[in-house]
C-alpha cells in the first residue's frame, strides 16, 4: 500500500521557466514531509522539508508547498536550471513515534538547455 | 567529510549465496536505516536502528538480518539469496528519528542470478 504517491514519472521543463512536482499522501498522520534529489548512480540527498505547522517553505529557487486538507504537497523550482535534471522523491513521516520515512516513486525531471 | 559509504558498489550473487552490506557512517548519527529501491518504485525501509544494539523491522524485511554494535556501522546480510532480492541498497542514518533529513550513501547495485 503506497501511502506517497508521485503520479507523474517524468516531466520535461524549459531552462528558466518553472519546474512543478506533485505528491499526495493518504495518511493523515503525517507531519513532516521531505523532497530528495537523485542523480543517476548516486544516493538520494536532501532538497527542502516543510512541517505540518506550516504551508509554504522556500529555499532559493525550491518552494515546497503543503495542502493538508488535500494532502498534497508540491514542490517548485523557479528559474529551472540544467543542472536541475534528476530523480525527485517526496517523502513523509510522522516525528518522533518510532516510524520511518515513506518515500514516493519518483519524478524524473529534465530540464532543456 | 565521508558522510555514509556503503560497500561494495556492485555484486553479482548465485540463488543461495550468501553476502553482507557494508554501511559506515561518520556523523555520529544515532539512527540507521537499510532501504531497497526496486524499479519503477519508491524506497522500501527494511530495517532500522534506534542506536547500537537496538534494531527493528521495517516494511519488506524478509531475507534479510542486520545488527548494530557500533554507532558508526549497520551491515545488512542476506542469507539465501533469491532472485526477488535484485535491487539497489541504500543506506542511511539522520540525527533525530523521522525527524528531520536523512543521508544516504551511494547504493549497492545487487543482481541475484
Known amino acids: 500500500d503506497q501511502q506517497v504517491k508521485q503520479n507523474s514519472p517524468s516531466l520535461s521543463v524549459q531552462e528558466g521557466r518553472i519546474s512543478i512536482l506533485n505528491c499526495d499522501y493518504t495518511?493523515?498522520?503525517?507531519?513532516?514531509f521531505l523532497w530528495y534529489k537523485k542523480y543517476p548512480a548516486e544516493g538520494p540527498t536532501f532538497l527542502i522539508s516543510?512541517?505540518?505547522?506550516?504551508d509554504k517553505n522556500e529555499d532559493g529557487r525550491f518552494t515546497v508547498f503543503l495542502n493538508k486538507s488535500a494532502k498534497h504537497l508540491s514542490l517548485h523550482i523557479v528559474p529551472s536550471q540544467p543542472g536541475d535534471s534528476a530523480v525527485y522523491f517526496c517523502a513523509a513521516s510522522v516525528r518522533n513515534t518510532g516510524n520511518q520515512f515513506y518515500f514516493g516513486t519518483g519524478t524524473s525531471l529534465t530540464v532543456i538547455p | 567529510n565521508a558522510g555514509v559509504t556503503q560497500t561494495p558498489k556492485f555484486r553479482i550473487l548465485k540463488i543461495g549465496q550468501s553476502m553482507t552490506l557494508q554501511c559506515t557512517q561518520d556523523?555520529?548519527?544515532?539512527?540507521m536505516y537499510w532501504y531497497r529501491q526496486d524499479p519503477g518504485m519508491g524506497l522500501k525501509l527494511i530495517y532500522y536502528?534506534?542506536?547500537?544494539?537496538?534494531?527493528d523491522k521495517g516494511e519488506v524485511p524478509n531475507g534479510y538480518n542486520v545488527s548494530r554494535s557500533t554507532t558508526e556501522d549497520f551491515p545488512l546480510r542476506l542469507e539465501l539469496a533469491a532472485p526477488s532480492q535484485t535491487s539497489v541498497y541504500f543506506c542511511?542514518?539522520?540525527?533525530?528519528?523521522?525527524?528531520?533529513?536523512?543521508?544516504f550513501g551511494q547504493g549497492t547495485r545487487l543482481t541475484v542470478v
Open positions: 516543510i512541517s505540518s505547522i506550516k
Open positions: 542511511a542514518s539522520s540525527y533525530f528519528l523521522g525527524g528531520t533529513e536523512a543521508f
Open positions: 495518511n493523515s498522520m503525517f507531519d513532516y
Open positions: 556523523m555520529n548519527h544515532n539512527y
Open positions: 536502528s534506534v542506536g547500537a544494539g537496538i534494531t
